[in-house]
C-alpha cells in the first residue's frame, strides 16, 4: 500500500518559473490538502479539496493553485515563482470526519533562487 | 477559532530520562487532538490521537497524552527516553470539520 505519494522529492527553480508539484493518494480518501513548513511557524494549509471537484483555500493560498479532477490526485501549482516559496512542501489525506487522521506524503523540498 | 500553542521549540533529555512535551488548544467546541512525529527528511507520522473515548490516551513506541479539558492541555510523555525518539512533535486540533490545525512544533533532542 503506497499510501500518499508526492513527487518530486527535490526542485529548484529561478524565479518567475512555474511548476507543479504532484501528489496521489490510493486509500480513497476523500480530503487531500497541502502544507508548507517553514523553521518555526509550524504546518501552514496552502489549499484542501473535501472530494473531486471542490477545492477551497486555507491559510496561505497566494501564488498557488490546484485542482482536484479525481479522488487519487490533487497537484499544486506555483504560478511564478518567489523566493519566499522556498520551503517544504507536504501533501496529506484524511477520511471523511473530525476524528479521521491525516495521512503524509514524504515531502517536497522547494528552493526558488 | 482553533489554535495549538507547543511550549518549547526546543527540549533536550538525557537517555532514560522522562520526556514531557506541552500542547495547549484553544478550542470552542470539544476538539479531537492529535500528536504526529517526523523524523528528518520524512513526513509526519501519526503518533497518538484522542477522540473523546478516554482521557489518557497510548500511542506508538511507548507514548501517552492525557486530556485535560480544565487545563485546555494535552502533553505528550514517555517515561523513559531512546536514541531513536529524536524528532520534531507536533500537536494538532480539529473541530467539527476538515481543517487539521498545527503547533509549530518542538524538536526533541535525545543526549546519550
Known amino acids: 500500500n503506497a499510501g500518499v505519494t508526492q513527487t518530486p522529492k527535490f526542485q529548484v527553480l529561478k524565479t518567475g518559473q512555474s511548476m507543479t508539484l504532484q501528489c496521489a493518494q490510493d486509500?480513497?480518501?476523500?480530503?487531500m490538502s497541502w502544507y508548507r513548513q517553514d523553521p518555526g511557524m509550524g504546518l501552514r494549509l496552502i489549499h484542501y479539496s473535501v472530494g473531486a471537484g471542490i477545492t477551497d483555500q486555507g491559510e496561505v493560498p497566494n501564488g498557488y493553485n490546484v485542482s482536484r479532477s479525481t479522488t487519487e490526485d490533487f497537484p499544486l501549482r506555483l504560478l511564478s515563482a518567489a523566493p519566499s516559496q522556498t520551503s517544504v512542501y507536504f501533501c496529506?489525506?484524511?477520511?471523511?470526519?473530525?476524528?479521521?487522521?491525516?495521512?503524509f506524503g514524504q515531502g517536497t523540498r522547494l528552493t526558488v533562487v | 477559532a482553533q489554535s495549538v500553542t507547543q511550549l518549547g521549540s526546543h527540549v533536550s533529555v538525557s537517555e532514560g530520562a522522562l520526556v514531557l512535551l506541552r500542547c495547549n488548544y484553544s478550542s470552542s467546541v470539544p476538539p479531537y487532538l492529535f500528536w504526529y512525529v517526523q523524523y528528518p527528511n520524512q513526513g509526519l507520522q501519526l503518533l497518538l490521537k484522542?477522540?473523546?473515548?478516554?482521557?489518557l490516551v497510548k500511542g506508538i513506541n511507548d507514548f501517552e497524552a492525557e486530556f485535560k479539558k480544565s487545563e485546555t492541555s494535552f502533553h505528550l510523555t514517555k517515561p523513559s527516553a531512546h536514541m531513536s525518539d529524536a524528532a520534531e512533535y507536533f500537536c494538532?486540533?480539529?473541530?467539527?470539520?476538515?481543517?487539521?490545525?498545527f503547533g509549530a512544533g518542538t524538536r526533541l533532542f535525545v543526549k546519550a
Open positions: 496529506a489525506s484524511s477520511y471523511r470526519g473530525t476524528a479521521g487522521e491525516a495521512f
Open positions: 494538532a486540533v480539529k473541530t467539527g470539520g476538515f481543517k487539521t490545525i
Open positions: 486509500m480513497n480518501h476523500e480530503y
Open positions: 484522542y477522540t473523546s473515548a478516554a482521557t
